[in-house]
């Protein structure tokens, strides 16, 4: 199926959109979507998308991470805090299949799993999106939308009419209007239109989880929000999204859940309800909070 039909559905925001039970095909959101949402665990709860438990990595004697656990939930928003160097991209490029733990387990849909590579990664439909390394410059929109995935016509030559509907119809679906054409080289977008078009290339690959890592950085205010917004939508539509972000007017603009690292020790794990600005900054910078989220001494 093309993927303009569900991309259209997607377009349409409407939560009793049937359209994940319809999907089949390379492009798009997979059919399982719905039950990944409600799937119960042993402990009688949800079972997370993404499971980590026990994570270490460390580089010679810096001990990166140091027996991490993180939940990633579909349909849920995790914003990962932390000071600068708290190993935040380091437990990044560990699920990305870039540096692999040394020890700990991973648990996809779970399951027990290995991410060893960034193509083990993107098999199992986990997309990282880089500020300034997701795309390739000299190429446009569409050619950076299907790099090394292209469509064919006949076997041989690109399909190009194909490519061009199906991008154009996801950066539609997800509301990016701002983009004069889907032919201009991604050299001349802004960092909010780059972010947009890297984010619109995950969800059209079957994507489960995004991670964004510091996605709103040196953005102005619109496209502060326009990224909030995709951020919003990729979850409505049950995809995990994990947000790197020092900002905290973003976490608590856009998370649902808030994971705190302090000196590669997760600190804090919690629903956003369970926080506020000031411990937030409390476990970021201390690793520990004597308030709750009210601001009263716990
Ligand atoms: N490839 C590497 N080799 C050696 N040390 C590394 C490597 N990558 C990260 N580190 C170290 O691991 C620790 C965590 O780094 P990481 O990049 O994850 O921090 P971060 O939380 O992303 O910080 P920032 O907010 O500044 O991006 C740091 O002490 C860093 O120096
Ligand atoms: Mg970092």
């Known amino acids: 199926m093309l993927g303009s039909e569900w991309m259209s559905r997607l377009a349409s925001n409407d939560p009793k959109d049937e359209v994940m039970e319809s999907m089949t095909g390379t492009v798009g959101l997979p059919e399982s979507r719905p039950q990944e949402k409600a799937r119960p665990d042993s402990a009688g709860g949800t079972e997370p998308l993404l499971k980590l438990r026990g994570v270490s990595k460390h580089f010679g004697a810096v001990q990166a991470l140091y027996m991490v656990d993180l939940d990633l939930p579909a349909g849920q ?37 290995h991410i060893r590579t960034p193509r083990d990664a993107a098999h199992l439909g986990i997309e990282t999106v880089y500020q300034d390394l997701a795309l390739a410059d000299n190429l446009d929109i569409v050619q950076n939308m299907f790099l090394g995935r292209e469509r064919l016509s006949g076997g041989v030559f ?3 009419d194909d490519m061009e509907r199906a991008a154009a119809t996801t950066l ?5 209007t701002t983009v004069r054409s889907i032919r201009q080289p991604v050299a001349t977008l802004s960092g909010g239109q780059r972010q947009a078009v890297a984010v619109a290339k995950a969800v059209m690959w079957n994507s489960k989880l995004v991670i964004l890592d510091e996605p709103t950085a040196a953005l102005g205010v619109a496209q502060t929000k326009m990224v909030q ?4 939508r990729l979850k409505d539509h049950g995809l995990a999204v994990m947000i790197i972000s020092h900002n905290l007017n973003d976490v608590f603009a856009v998370a649902d859940r808030i994971a705190v ?10 629903s956003i309800s369970a926080f506020d ?11 520990e909070s004597s308030r709750s989220a009210s601001g009263r001494r716990a």
């Open 229 to 232: 917004d995709l951020v919003r």
């Open 172 to 176: 539609a679906s997800l509301k990016v």
């Open 77 to 113: 928003v995790t914003a990962l805090c932390g000071d600068n160097g708290a190993g935040k991209s380091v437990l990044t490029k560990c699920i990305a299949g870039i540096h692999p733990p040394e020890t700990g387990e991973m648990h996809w849909e779970g399951r027990l799993v």
């Open 261 to 270: 690292l302090y000196l590669g020790r997760m600190v804090a794990q919690d």
């Open 277 to 287: 600005r000031q411990n937030v900054v409390d476990y970021m910078t201390t690793g």
């Open 158 to 160: 690109l399909n190009e």
